[in-house]
DNA sequence: AAGATTGACAACCGCTCTGCA
DNA sequence: ATGCAGAGCGGTTGTCAATCT
């Protein structure tokens, strides 16, 4: 913990890189690879830091590196990535070939913010910002009820994704999230239309993740962007496995899931782990500006009632359903019951703390 | 013309995570 | 099980050129 050892050593270079030292760097990896870094500086004759030498290659010596301003698409992808991912910035550069993590932050600190103000979003919640505003009484400006009817809703655009015979694909195009407000017992459900999407080798790095069902994950996501990828590997794998496409490498987010406690299987065998992470209650009460949650929210039932959530393949049901017994994941297309509800039955009360007056 | 401010970019710092002995 | 070192991440600060006053 704390400062690098390397940087213990006297005599060691800080600041601005020369062009003399950026050669030495540049000409010794070249020739023998990084390696370990904390033996570069010795190895290249550098008075820096492993640390330092690490960096200077990573964010400007790197041959890969692609130079230059933004382009248009690339912003609007840090915009769409931030709203799913929030400051990951190594994540979000991990879809953008050539770029940088740090690149990418200075980008979005020093001019995407800015943007997204300028268009009346804020660069936080990517929520517009007449929805986070205040009336003049401090009260929250809440959507009307037409807007609650519909709210949330995105489209997932994958047309420009090759085809990748190596992982396979999935099929998930657009998911709305609706409020059913005339009845008693009001219903909230997804819905979704179908597009192949196409899966890199790792779940974490996929594009999909860019877009992949926002606002729905980011109510969810903060903390554990492997539930963003649940929901879409159980297409994924679904549909690739019928495809005969499905590589047995999986995915980096199923895997994970796999292997957690927290996570439970459906009848097929596959992941699912849509709530680990997310027993404690305070941790809801991050939601609750998610336009997914304020739209419970606005619901008039009583705290105590308890949501029967059920996933359907299509589409996601999210049912309420006071004193009911809560079964998390239960697949309406499929009769065997979840191997591990329990698990869910425990994480499903911070759900319904978080939904508070729904 | 000179100082102040701003913006973009580069680099550092403190911390966590992971692998290994 | 524990401590250590290396790697990596995100927040913050530093630098410098352009622009403003």
Redesign the pocket.
């Known amino acids: ?7 213990y050593k006297q005599k ?6 020369s062009p003399e ?2 050669e030495k760097l540049l000409a010794h990896i070249t020739k023998y690879g ?7 500086p010795k190895q290249s004759g550098l008075q ?5 030498c ?3 290659w ?3 010596l790197r041959p890969d590196l692609k ?4 382009s248009q698409e690339e912003e609007d992808l840090i915009i769409e990535l931030h709203a799913v ?10 879809q953008l070939p050539g770029r ?4 990418i ?3 979005w ?3 995407l913010k ?1 943007k997204l103000k300028q268009r009346g979003i804020d660069p936080v919640t990517h929520k517009p910002l007449s929805e986070v505003e205040n009336d003049e009484d401090g009260n929250k400006i809440q959507p009307t009820s037409d807007e609650q009817n519909l709210i949330g809703s995105t489209i997932i655009d994958g047309s420009n994704t090759q085809p990748s015979d190596s992982v396979g694909h999935f099929q998930m195009q657009q998911l709305n999230y609706e409020v059913s407000p005339s009845s008693s017992n009001p219903t909230h459900w997804f819905t979704q239309t179908s597009k192949y999407f196409d899966i890199d080798t790792e779940f974490s790095s996929n594009s999909m993740m860019s877009t992949l069902l926002p606002p729905l994950t980011s109510a969810f996501l903060s903390d554990s962007p492997s539930m963003a990828a649940t929901y879409a590997t159980r297409h994924w794998v679904a549909d690739s496995a019928s495809a005969g496409s499905a590589n047995n490498n999986n995915t980096s987010a199923s895997a994970e899931l796999q292997s957690n406690d927290n996570s439970f299987y459906d009848n097929s065998g596959f992941s699912w782990g849509l709530m680990e992470n997310h027993a404690e209650e305070t941790k809801w009460s991050e939601y609750l500006d998610n336009p997914l949650l304020m739209a419970a929210a606005l619901q008039n039932q009583t705290p105590q009632s308890l949501y029967n959530i059920e996933i359907k393949s299509e589409p996601y049901f999210l049912n309420s359903s006071p004193s009911s017994n809560t079964v998390w994941g239960q697949s309406q297309n499929q009769e065997q019951p979840l191997q591990n509800p329990d698990i869910f039955g425990k994480d499903i009360q911070g759900l319904t703390a978080a939904f508070g007056h729904v």
């Open positions: 913990m704390g400062r690098h050892s390397c940087c060691l270079r800080k600041g601005l890189w030292e950026d990084h390696g370990c870094w904390s033996s570069i820096r830091c492993g640390k330092s690490r960096l200077r990573i964010n400007y130079r230059g301003t933004f991912l929030g400051n990951r910035w190594s994540q979000i550069a991990a940088t993590d740090n690149e932050k200075n980008l600190n020093s001019c800015k």
